[in-house]
């Protein structure tokens, strides 16, 4: 480790933006250094949870993969052949309650995103991984995202979420490059669909001013975390009893910051992946090998 780089010096060649990176530095700064930039792997003694979180994103990821097979054509006989519980549950209902409305002349599944972005003078990449872009070539988008937490997410909150702007951020800026684009973002929505509300998906419509907002928005944080020279420009989230319980709680790093012995329980969160758990293999998940390639 050299104290005295620049953080532009000490992020990994492969480092792209992304809504978790975004999210890290915007929940608290410290994630952002520890789970970024000194790329800490998970610390051994906050066990428990982090094996619940583990086995939930084991089933998480396992559903994505059946809808993946499911997309892209593959015969539900097949898909089905063996599933345990939940998942056989969770595909059944994903079976009945797939969005009817959704373009069907493309489908980009798992695809991977990016746009160029230069940030303090440097160049960088903002990058999205996509579960289902359902498009309709020139004229309409709707990114699916699929969830499979225990309740239904707050549509404020998912309003709020990094996720929500990067997404339809980078697939208006990534489509000019595409067969199927150029989409303007009043043609693009976002999605979010629940294994535990099937039938209640929360949309967000995108739009030439939120589009505006969010340059603004993702280029001022962009700028403000490269902008650090220390660990100390990465401070830690102020230390308040709410934030232990919303943050800290959550995080994987809390005994090393010193934030509470006991871990949060999952069911009280709406979303699984507001638990804090950066494996650095995932946190740094985009290679240049992963990003369809679009010009700087
Ligand atoms: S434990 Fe709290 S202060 Fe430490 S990195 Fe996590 S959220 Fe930030």
Redesign the pocket.
């Known amino acids: 480790m050299t104290p005295t780089l620049p953080v532009t010096q000490r992020l990994p060649e492969t480092f792209a933006f992304s809504q978790s990176s975004l999210q890290a530095y915007s929940?608290?700064?410290?994630?952002f250094?520890?789970?970024y930039v000194e790329q800490l792997p998970w610390p051994a003694v906050e066990a428990s949870p982090v094996h619940e979180y583990e086995e939930r994103m084991r089933q998480g990821a396992r559903f994505h993969r059946l809808i993946e097979r499911a997309e892209i054509g593959m015969e539900p006989d097949v898909i089905t052949a063996g599933l345990d519980h939940p998942l056989d549950d969770w595909f059944a209902k994903y079976q009945r309650f797939r969005p009817a409305d959704l373009p069907g002349d493309v489908l980009e599944v798992e695809k991977t995103l990016s746009t160029p972005v230069a940030v303090a003078g440097r160049a960088y990449r903002l990058a999205a991984k996509y579960d289902l872009i359902a498009v309709e070539p020139r004229r309409r988008a709707i990114i699916m995202d699929w969830k499979s937490a225990s309740r239904r997410g707050d549509e404020g909150q998912l309003r709020r979420r990094w996720q929500s702007r990067v997404y339809p951020y980078v697939l208006v800026e990534a489509s000019r490059a595409l067969p199927w684009g150029p989409l303007a973002p009043h043609q693009v929505e976002m999605r979010y669909w629940f294994t535990a509300a099937p039938s209640r998906p929360v949309t967000l419509p995108y739009s030439d001013a939120l589009h505006a907002a969010n340059h603004e928005q993702l280029h001022a944080l962009m700028t403000e975390i490269v902008s650090g020279a220390a660990e100390d420009d990465y401070?830690?989230?102020a230390?308040t009893p709410l934030?232990?319980k919303r943050?800290?709680a959550?995080?994987?790093?809390?005994?090393?910051?010193?934030?509470?012995e006991a871990a949060g329980d999952l069911d009280d969160l709406a979303d699984a992946e507001e638990f804090?758990a950066v494996d650095p293999a995932v946190a740094l998940e985009f290679t240049l090998d992963d990003v369809a390639e679009i010009e700087f």
């Open positions: 929940d608290c700064p410290r994630r250094w520890l789970a401070p830690k989230v230390d934030n232990r943050f800290c959550y995080c994987i790093y809390r005994s090393r910051c010193d934030r509470g804090f």
